[in-house]
């Protein structure tokens, strides 16, 4: 039997700002899931937060972009942004684009990402949820992870992993999708997926046919569905370990840099990626730094077994102060490049106003 695990998410209002989930939003999924879940219609669930984002887990065997699961999810999310909007908290139901559910909810705000496989005789796997940040935030650690071997040891150790992986990259501007494999085409891989805003990691496979898909990613991106600024589109990230596949030690040394990703205040700054437990899910300084979480768990016949909260570890004390170092020393650019995204980027900017209030006061350079 093929179990389909979906990981779908949503800012649908928090408190005091783009901080924190409520509660009472999170009781509102908690009793939708169960009685789904007594209906027959998911095996089981887990609801989570990452800063101000809900976050959905679910097992079921309906297969990927399932139009029940998706329409639960978008009740759900519909619920609980009724109840932030009954809590007057902020930005209730901001990621909700669209009035009516129309078959998928990719498109209509939501992130979405989902596997289906078969469960293996033991089938450990972990989901992470970024805050304040794009999908393509993703990138760099699902590479390191299933590409890298100065981070994954497998992929010289392991005889099932040695072969390399098929990654499947989408151009999210045009909205395209292309395959690859390493090593072979390791360097036009590192060409795309550089360029964190268009080229974004969306599948990993295994080569060996009998394990199959090994990660997915959140691809959709918030302003390109609105046409205007929203919020940061905060991805999530579902990977299977272990068997074949990167271990789970391999796959969280890949959030050991505290790498800088785009997002943070105004979605328009770069700051570092920081790897906390689910009590420090919430984005306070700047409105970041931008945060992971990573959830650890197991299935057993669809059933989830956790989870594990993968960064509430002494382990990663270390890459946090790294992540606060980073903070402090970007912070000081203040407006300035890097630190403040490029034009061609920014979520928010006054630049076109500035440019035509000054257009009559340029003169020929001399």
Same mark, same amino acid.
């Given at each position: 039997?093929?179990?389909?695990?979906?990981?779908?998410?949503?800012?649908?209002?928090?408190?005091?700002?783009?901080?924190?989930?409520?509660?009472?939003?999170?009781?509102?999924?908690?009793?939708?899931?169960?009685?789904?879940?007594? *209906? @027959?219609?998911? =095996?089981?669930?887990?609801?989570?937060?990452?800063?101000? #984002?809900?976050?959905? $887990? /679910?097992? &079921? %065997?309906?297969?990927?972009?399932?139009?029940?699961?998706?329409?639960?999810?978008?009740?759900?999310?519909?619920?609980?942004?009724?109840?932030?909007?009954?809590?007057?908290?902020?930005?209730?139901?901001?990621?909700?684009?669209?009035?009516?559910?129309?078959?998928?909810?990719?498109?209509?705000?939501?992130?979405?990402?989902?596997?289906?496989?078969?469960?293996?005789?033991?089938?450990?796997?972990?989901?992470?949820?970024?805050?304040?940040?794009?999908?393509?935030?993703?990138?760099?650690?699902?590479?390191?992870?299933?590409?890298?071997?100065?981070?994954?040891?497998?992929?010289?150790?392991?005889?099932?992993?040695?072969?390399?992986?098929?990654?499947?990259?989408?151009?999210?501007? *045009? @909205?395209?999708? =292309?395959?690859?494999?390493?090593?072979?085409?390791?360097? #036009?891989?590192?060409? $795309? /997926?550089? &360029? %964190?805003?268009?080229?974004?990691?969306?599948?990993?496979?295994?080569?060996?046919?009998?394990?199959?898909?090994?990660?997915?990613?959140?691809?959709?991106?918030?302003?390109?569905?609105?046409?205007?600024?929203?919020?940061?589109?905060?991805?999530?990230?579902?990977?299977?370990?272990?068997?074949?596949?990167?271990?789970?030690?391999?796959?969280?040394?890949?959030?050991?840099?505290?790498?800088?990703?785009?997002?943070?205040?105004?979605?328009?700054?770069?700051?570092?990626?920081?790897?906390?437990?689910?009590?420090?899910?919430?984005?306070?300084?700047?409105?970041?730094?931008?945060?992971?979480?990573?959830?650890?768990?197991?299935?057993?016949?669809?059933?989830?077994?956790?989870?594990?909260?993968?960064?509430?570890?002494?382990?990663?004390?270390?890459?946090?102060?790294?992540?606060?170092?980073?903070?402090?020393?970007?912070?000081?650019?203040?407006?300035?490049?890097?630190?403040?995204?490029?034009?061609?980027?920014?979520?928010?900017?006054?630049?076109?106003?500035?440019?035509?209030?000054?257009?009559?006061?340029?003169?020929?350079?001399?």
């Amino acid at each position: 039997m093929k179990i389909t695990v979906s990981v779908i998410k949503a800012d649908i209002g928090s408190i005091a700002g783009h901080v924190r989930v409520h509660q009472d939003t999170i009781e509102v999924a908690k009793k939708k899931l169960e009685t789904a879940k007594e *209906e @027959g219609l998911v =095996i089981d669930y887990y609801v989570f937060n990452a800063g101000d #984002d809900l976050e959905l $887990l /679910i097992t &079921h %065997t309906k297969g990927v972009d399932n139009p029940e699961i998706h329409e639960l999810s978008w009740e759900i999310f519909k619920e609980s942004a009724k109840k932030a909007k009954e809590l007057k908290l902020y930005a209730a139901g901001q990621d909700l684009l669209k009035e009516s559910f129309s078959g998928n909810i990719k498109g209509m705000g939501p992130g979405v990402a989902e596997i289906e496989f078969e469960e293996r005789p033991a089938e450990p796997f972990a989901v992470f949820a970024a805050d304040k940040t794009e999908p393509g935030a993703f990138n760099l650690p699902v590479f390191r992870i299933f590409a890298d071997p100065f981070n994954t040891a497998g992929l010289i150790i392991d005889p099932k992993m040695h072969a390399g992986f098929k990654f499947i990259i989408m151009d999210v501007i *045009e @909205g395209k999708e =292309i395959e690859l494999q390493t090593p072979e085409d390791l360097y #036009d891989i590192l060409a $795309l /997926i550089g &360029h %964190t805003g268009r080229y974004i990691i969306k599948f990993v496979y295994s080569k060996d046919p009998t394990i199959g898909v090994a990660a997915a990613v959140s691809t959709q991106r918030l302003s390109l569905i609105a046409g205007r600024y929203i919020g940061k589109d905060d991805p999530v990230c579902i990977i299977r370990a272990q068997h074949g596949l990167p271990a789970m030690g391999e796959i969280l040394e890949a959030f050991s840099q505290a790498h800088l990703v785009k997002g943070w205040m105004r979605g328009s700054h770069h700051g570092p990626l920081m790897p906390v437990p689910l009590k420090y899910s919430q984005c306070t300084r700047f409105d970041g730094p931008p945060r992971v979480v990573g959830l650890g768990f197991n299935l057993c016949e669809g059933k989830l077994i956790g989870p594990i909260d993968l960064f509430d570890d002494p382990a990663f004390d270390l890459v946090r102060q790294k992540a606060m170092l980073i903070t402090d020393y970007i912070r000081s650019m203040g407006p300035f490049e890097p630190h403040m995204l490029g034009p061609e980027e920014l979520e928010y900017t006054t630049l076109p106003e500035v440019l035509k209030r000054l257009k009559n006061r340029w003169r020929e350079s001399t």
